[in-house]
């Protein structure tokens, strides 16, 4: 197939190229000029997402099978992706999250509860109120309004994927630096608030996921549905963090404090640790094949090797050990 990409120059997109063109796809990525280890076979088109109405007569060139829709943002984009694309096209696959259910909501008090302790599944109650960073004042960003429009289009199909927590080599937000350098200056024990950590919310390796997207975007069973993409069994934090320190060779301690004893430094965003965010994912599965390409320990590994290599810029306030030594005397008397 012949397969366009908006965006995914970056993190996870590298790899979902990598398994089209292996499969022997034909791939051309529309993007600002932001290139990270893309293949030499793919072609580029340079330009913003925000102005595709002027790239029209190239898309037509193209006339792509499948367009893969990286990184939509808000309600509009998905708008000028169906009109750009009408009669050019037969499927558009958009890439959306796990914040548009009613549970991630509650995770970050949006919403009081209730508390809902099952699976989320694709059928799961969805937010009440859009635009989930609401509080801090972006009135933009939703991937509700995103899905509906791509879903319910009548003249392109349309394909949704609700992406997990996704960490590996490339990843800007560094998931795990925070543990791992304190891992790294052989310190022999981390806090972890006593909440988070027995939290559970389904994380994703970048290869992983990029094999869900490529999957997804090569089957044409997925017209029309909507997956839920993750890990396959979800560890609590606690488990996970050791499980980190037990790969990277650390022999220090994960120890559990109550919230109002730990120092700002080391509280976690103000989340409501009552309420997990663990997907089933059993659709994806079942409907088009998906599994791991890489163990849980393997996508750990990498990303360890990387983080050595790559460390995130920091702030030394938030790396307080003179703090965390006096804790530590307080609570282990």
């Known amino acids: 197939m012949k397969i366009l990409l908006i965006g995914g120059t970056q993190f996870i997109g590298p790899y979902v190229v990598k398994n089209l063109l292996e499969s022997g796809h034909e791939v051309i990525v529309f993007h600002r000029g932001k290139i990270n280890n893309l293949h030499s076979n793919v072609k580029h088109i340079l330009g913003d997402r925000n102005n595709l109405i002027n790239y029209l007569e190239e898309f037509k060139k193209i006339s792509p099978d499948v367009v893969l829709d990286m990184i939509p943002y808000k309600e509009q984009h998905a708008i000028d992706v169906l009109n ?39 059928h799961s109650k969805l937010r009440e109120t859009l635009f989930p960073n609401r509080k801090k004042g972006d009135i933009s960003y939703d991937k509700i309004p995103i899905e509906n429009l791509i879903l319910n289009n009548k003249e392109i199909a349309g394909t949704v994927l609700r992406l997990p927590v996704v960490y590996g080599p490339n990843d800007s937000q560094h998931r795990f630096f925070n543990y791992l350098k304190r891992m790294e200056d052989k310190r022999s024990f981390i806090f972890l608030e006593e909440g988070f950590s027995n939290f559970r919310w389904t994380h994703g390796y970048v290869e992983d996921v990029a094999q869900a997207i490529t999957l997804a975007v090569t089957h044409n069973r997925a017209s029309g549905k909507v997956y839920n993409v993750g890990q396959l069994n979800v560890p609590t934090m606690v488990d996970l963090i050791s499980g980190i320190g037990r790969l990277s060779g650390w022999d220090g301690e994960v120890i559990k404090v109550p919230g109002t004893y730990l120092p700002e430094h080391l509280r976690p965003h103000d989340l409501n640790t009552s309420q997990n965010l663990v997907y089933d994912t059993s659709l994806i599965r079942s409907d088009i094949g998906y599994e791991e390409i890489c163990s849980l320990e393997e996508g750990l590994i990498k990303t360890i090797e990387w983080e050595r290599i790559n460390p995130k810029n920091y702030n030394i306030d938030d790396f307080n050990y003179i703090i965390e030594d006096e804790l530590y005397k307080q609570i282990t008397k």
């Open 84 to 122: 750009v694309f009408k009669g050019i096209t037969k499927r558009i696959v958009a890439i959306s999250s796990g914040d548009v259910y009613f549970s991630y909501d509650v995770i970050i008090k949006n919403e009081p509860g209730p508390i809902d302790p099952n699976l989320i599944s694709e």
